[in-house]
């Protein structure tokens, strides 16, 4: 079993939709939690970046940690066509060195004009 | 304009050739991340740096090397040991000791026949 679970879509949407991108994990020592957004043949950028549980907005994106269930959320408002990428979450690593990420295998999404 | 480079964006090789990635930084971070990403599985560690002069092994170094003489650069070499060399190859580095974000360059795509 994989540490961190990502459903890989592809999850296709109408323009003006809700989406929901999601991920679980196994290990309750995580404690820093990234969500990337990459674009096709680009590198990863950082959307958001959370700590322990709760939920952190940013715009139109909604991050939201539950630890107890293990499991972290990704929430886009009123999508886009530009939003249409592979969606990545990451967490942090544990003993070795504190900053290694453990990512998930990413989230394809499109959104339709 | 800050950020991370990598070059080149395309890179072929033979089979049996050892050929060197390049990773740039001038955003003064101590840490950097070579990661390799294949389609489905996400992101794996292949080296990291904490400090000049100081690198260690990540998830699946075998087949690789890396230098860290200088903050800025953190070059990757794939040897002709590395069986599946074809990927596409991310460089990360991270500010902090406190810091658990990386931050992405734009990627080296790696054919190998």
């Known amino acids: 079993q994989k540490e961190v679970e990502q459903d890989p879509g592809p999850l296709s949407v109408p323009e003006g939709a809700i989406v929901s991108l999601n991920c679980t994990y196994s290990?309750?020592?995580?404690?820093?939690f990234m969500w990337y957004r990459q674009y096709s043949r680009k590198g990863p950028e950082l959307l958001m970046y959370?700590?322990?549980?709760g939920n952190k907005e940013d715009g139109r994106f909604t991050a939201q940690v539950d630890k107890s269930s293990k499991y972290i959320s990704l929430f886009i408002r009123d999508s886009q066509p530009s939003d249409s990428a592979t969606y990545l979450c990451?967490?942090?690593?544990?003993?070795?060195?504190?900053?290694?990420?453990?990512f998930g295998s990413g989230t394809q999404l499109t959104v339709l004009p | 304009d800050g950020g991370i480079t990598q070059s080149p964006k395309y890179l072929f090789r033979k089979e049996g050739q050892n050929v060197t990635l390049s990773c740039e930084q001038n955003l003064n971070h101590d840490a950097m991340y070579w990661y390799r990403q294949d389609p489905g599985q996400g992101l794996r560690l292949i080296y990291y740096?904490?400090?000049?002069?100081?690198?260690q092994k990540g998830d699946i170094a075998e087949g690789y090397s890396v230098s860290r003489e200088k903050k800025e650069s953190f070059p990757l070499t794939v040897t002709s040991a590395q069986k599946n060399p074809t990927a596409f190859y991310l460089c990360?580095?991270?500010?902090?000791?406190?810091?658990?974000?990386?931050?992405f360059g734009p990627g080296t795509r790696l054919t190998v026949t």
């Open positions: 959370t700590y322990s549980s």
């Open positions: 290990n309750s020592a995580f404690q820093y």
């Open positions: 990451a967490m942090n690593g544990l003993s070795g060195s504190a900053r290694q990420l453990t």
């Open positions: 990360a580095s991270s500010g902090d000791s406190d810091s658990y974000e990386q931050y």
């Open positions: 740096s904490q400090i000049v002069n100081d690198f």
